[in-house]
Structure formats: structure tokens, C-alpha cells
């Protein structure tokens, strides 16, 4: 079965200073790998994807995401975090084949901005 | 924004109570699911559908039952709400099952 882990559940950084959060997967084959974004009160939106190809992906907000392999690991970054950046992150996985559908989020990270 | 409707957006109930959450899309996905989001667990999968009529069980679906008798539409069910059961509810869909999914706002139920 496929499970997520982001081992972070809750990161403080500065205004303007760099962000990564880390997320580790776990699945057979190369999942689809997403990470959304909510804000308190809020349904998750969509920050960006990653489905085959290269490896660093772009998102939106200024946020990019590298996929490797070799670590499982499909962590998502930003050079500057802006104040509004503050949020809670969720990293998913979605199934190939047979158990397309199924997709599995991990608990989350809560990201705190100071200023 | 995805066209996604969830209500009611807030319910109190009784243990012991039914009670039916709706999802209703404007955007013609064929995916619809159904989870819930506690904290420390992040958005756990009750149930999702792949059509009408054609659901599946998620990780969590002990106590839920579900059904999609349209394509725009796609019901949660308690049929005897438990306080376990006192949660965030959120209903997504997609186009494919490997696409992004877009979220409703929620629905915030507590189970006294």
C-alpha cells in the first residue's frame, strides 16, 4: 500500500528567508505526487504536480518541488517566503493501475512565518 | 475555482442521529470522494465514486456509506452518527483519477 510521511508537522522561518518542506513516499512504481495548500477555514488548492519527465517542477506562488527517486522524497521549496506563504502543506500520492483513485495524503506541516 | 458545493457547511447532531452530507459539482468530473481531516491525520479517504452508481471504499469507510445517483451529485451517509464521527468533512473531484483534485470549502460536523 501506498502512505506519505512528511516528517516535519511544524516549521517556523522568517519573512524572506528560504523554505524547504520535506515529504517521503512510498509506493511500487513512480506515483503521481502532488502538494497542496490550505488556508485556515479553507478547502486545499492545488500548488503543483509531478507525473514523469524532469524532475523539478514549478508551481504556483513561487513554489517548485524536486522528485528523486533514489530517496523517495518529493520535497517542495521556495527562495523567499512571503508572510501569506503561512498555511498548512499536504503532500499526496495517487495510485497507478488498479487502485487509481486512491489517493493518500500525509498528517501535514504547518508553516508559521515570522516577520 | 472548481465549481464545488458542500452542505451543509456546519451541522450539530445527536449520537444515534443520521445524518447526510452533499456534494454537488457543476464542473462534470467523473471523480468524486469523500474524506475527512482531523488533526495530527491529515485528509484520510472515506469513500470516492468513478461514475455514477460505481463507488469504492477508502481507508476509513467503517460507519459511511455513500451514493452518486448523478453525475454532479455524490451523498455521505451516517447512518448512525457516533462521536468518532465528529469531523471536517471535504468532497473533491477530478477529471481522472491521476489528475489534481480541487476541494469544496468543507463541511464542519460535530457529533455530541
Known amino acids: 500500500a501506498q502512505s506519505v510521511t512528511q516528517p516535519d508537522i511544524h516549521i517556523t522561518v522568517s519573512e524572506g528567508a528560504s523554505l524547504e518542506l520535506r515529504c517521503n513516499y512510498s509506493?511500487?512504481?513512480?506515483?503521481?505526487l502532488f502538494w497542496y495548500v490550505q488556508s485556515p477555514g479553507q478547502g486545499l488548492q492545488l500548488l503543483l504536480k509531478?507525473?514523469?519527465?524532469?524532475?523539478l517542477v514549478q508551481g504556483i506562488k513561487g513554489f517548485e518541488a524536486e522528485f528523486k527517486r533514489s530517496q523517495s522524497s518529493f520535497n517542495l521549496r521556495k527562495p523567499s517566503v512571503h508572510w501569506s506563504d503561512a498555511a498548512e502543506y499536504f503532500c499526496?500520492?495517487?495510485?497507478?493501475?488498479?487502485?487509481?483513485?486512491?489517493?493518500?495524503f500525509g498528517d501535514g506541516t504547518t508553516l508559521t512565518v515570522k516577520p | 475555482d472548481a465549481g464545488i458545493t458542500q452542505s451543509p457547511r456546519h451541522k450539530v447532531t445527536e449520537t444515534g442521529t443520521p445524518v447526510t452530507l452533499r456534494c454537488h459539482q457543476t464542473?462534470?468530473?467523473?471523480?468524486m470522494y469523500w474524506y475527512r481531516q482531523d488533526p495530527g491525520h491529515g485528509l484520510r479517504l472515506i469513500h470516492y465514486?468513478?461514475?455514477?452508481?460505481?463507488?469504492d471504499k477508502g481507508e476509513v469507510s467503517d460507519g459511511y456509506s455513500v451514493s452518486r445517483s448523478k453525475t454532479e451529485d455524490f451523498l455521505l451517509t451516517l447512518e448512525s452518527a457516533t462521536s468518532s464521527q465528529t469531523s471536517v468533512y471535504f468532497c473533491?473531484?477530478?477529471?481522472?483519477?491521476?489528475?489534481?483534485?480541487?476541494f469544496g470549502d468543507g463541511t464542519r460536523l460535530s457529533i455530541l
Open positions: 473533491a473531484i477530478s477529471e481522472y483519477s491521476n489528475q489534481p483534485q480541487h
Open positions: 509506493y511500487g512504481a513512480t506515483p503521481y
Open positions: 509531478y507525473f514523469s519527465g524532469d524532475t
Open positions: 499526496a500520492v495517487a495510485a497507478r493501475g488498479t487502485n487509481a483513485g486512491k489517493s493518500t
Open positions: 464542473e462534470n468530473h467523473r471523480y
Open positions: 465514486s468513478y461514475g455514477v452508481k460505481d463507488t
